[in-house]
């Protein structure tokens, strides 16, 4: 009979140090990582010490930070045991979201028949290349919007997973048969630069605006598959200036950049919505490019329609970030000057 990570051996001897025995050795090397990296981190980010003893780990340090130590190793083993991979960003939900992964499972009237309800109630978008599992709480919240609501926000700064979970969802959604093509669309806006004039046809103009969307697709599906579907227009990418005069039905829409549509441009977009569509809308708001003095269509769009029933705002903070962690002491530094701006402008 098989020992499950949970049953695991723990003791906690007086001297500060907590054993885990795990059964599989081959599952060990793995959840130690390539020269014990995934121990590094875990080691880095709680505080505590942890050497390997033949088929034993030996955690040290604090009560509490040992505990914790010991719940995240069980839970990245019994993920090994199910049969699944472990990555850096695995180590980091289950950092993040540990205990709440365990005593959350499905709530009554959850839409689970559109995703899968992984074990503990996890979420997962399961995709050709990948399955894709929220890290934070706020992006598990969105995810849940995305399957539930016909429009959705998702409004936060760079590196939250706001357009990477869309177009993830977008093709579990398509690859599910709920709806009929994929349509990503960006405002050609430039960030802050002249490029010029650039060379080729209209879609070799627009493909550099519009790479990011590329990107992502091709972490869910093969890139071959991606390139035929694109073709036969079952994947659409296009500037937002192309959606105008559409109605867009039986789609999956995901507007990305969104603080830099124009009001216009955004009232515009959000009525192509048709029969049978899912829109998502995702944008930074301290990232906006627009000439000076022309308000984003984003912000007007919050808003307006913040009480606007069966639409959804996920929100998204600097502890969202799930790009490298600097990524999030950056954002929080520039968010921690804006804020301080703030008060020196309006003093009461």
Known sequence: MPVTALNASAAAPANGETLLEFPDNRLLIDLCGEHDRNIAILEDRIGVQILRRGNRLSVMGDGDARARAAEVLRALYQRLESGKGLENGDIDRELRMGSALRETGPQAGDQTEMFGEGPNGRIEIRTRRKVVEPRTEAQKAYVRALFEHELAFGIG??????????????VSMFLGGHV?????????????????????????????????????????????????????KIIEIAPLAFMRGRTLSHAFIVLDEAQNATSMQMKMFLTRLGEGSRMVVTGDRTQIDLPRGVPSGLIEAERLLAAVPKISFSRFTSRDVVRHPLVAAIVEAYDADARARERLEDPD
């Open 157 to 170: 700064p760079a590196g939250t997973g706001k357009t990477y979970l869309a177009v993830a969802v977008g």
């Open 180 to 232: 009929d093509k994929i349509i990503l669309s960006r405002p050609a806006v430039e960030a802050g630069e002249r490029l010029g004039f650039l060379p080729g046809d209209a879609k070799e103009k627009v493909d550099p605006y519009m790479q990011p969307l590329y990107d992502a697709l091709n972490d869910f599906l093969p890139q071959k598959q991606v390139q035929k579907m694109i073709e036969e």
